[in-house]
């Protein structure tokens, strides 16, 4: 008897967690949902972009879609104290779509179908220059050395949890795309922000989380 109720358990517990992800997956419907896409033949949601084997590059967990090979422009500016250079994690991949150049339906080692490209404002291109610079590192030393930012050990970010920054918006301890943007529509603000963002830009909150000024 008691092996067989462990067994029901187990089945419920595994139900549970796959009815739970279609719940809070707001992905569902945004401009990253490519499952209804023709040339997406498996109808699935995630893997576009990611795969359970055989991932091609970490620049995010379990990554498969083609990763671009383009040189940027980085952005720069004589009040700027990080050092920027190539995109790289989960910037790079971001750009994978974005610079332009890489087909969004070329993942899994080919283009499946004609290839399909982002359009509009959703072109970043590869001139880095006039956007906000990403791939580097923040940390208490740097915000040390430029006084208008705030410490990302130590400043937290309320609508996120109360957690620091360093906790809740750099990855592996710097500033990438998915700082301000979050993919998958399931963080903070995300949800009802037409561009992902994880803080709202109401009162310059977005800004003023790292910046002091």
Request: a positive charge.
């Amino acid at each position: 008897m008691k092996t067989l109720r462990m067994l029901v358990i187990g089945m419920v517990l595994a139900a549970a967690m796959q009815l739970a992800p279609a719940a809070r997956a707001t992905i569902v419907g945004s401009a990253h949902d490519f499952s209804t896409n023709s040339w997406n033949t498996r109808q699935s949601l995630c893997s576009v972009c990611h795969t359970i084997h055989g991932a091609t590059a970490q620049l995010v967990p379990l990554w498969i879609h083609e990763t671009t090979h383009s040189t940027f422009t980085p952005y720069t500016s004589s009040t700027l104290t990080a050092t920027v250079g190539q995109p790289d994690g989960a910037a790079l991949a971001c750009l994978s779509c974005h610079d332009g150049t890489v087909a969004i339906n070329s993942y899994g080692g080919k283009t499946n179908g004609t290839p399909a490209f982002v359009t509009g404002n959703a072109v970043i291109g590869t001139d880095l220059s006039k956007t906000h610079p990403v791939s580097f590192t923040f940390d208490s030393t740097l915000a040390a050395a430029d006084t208008g930012l705030n410490d990302p050990a130590v400043k937290t970010v309320p609508s996120l949890g109360g957690k620091t920054i360093a906790q809740t918006l750099l990855r592996n301890g710097k500033v990438q795309c998915v700082s301000c943007h979050d993919p998958h529509k399931t963080i903070g603000y995300a949800p009802s922000s037409g561009i992902m963002l994880k803080i709202t830009t109401a009162n310059g909150a977005l800004c003023l989380t790292c910046h002091n000024k």
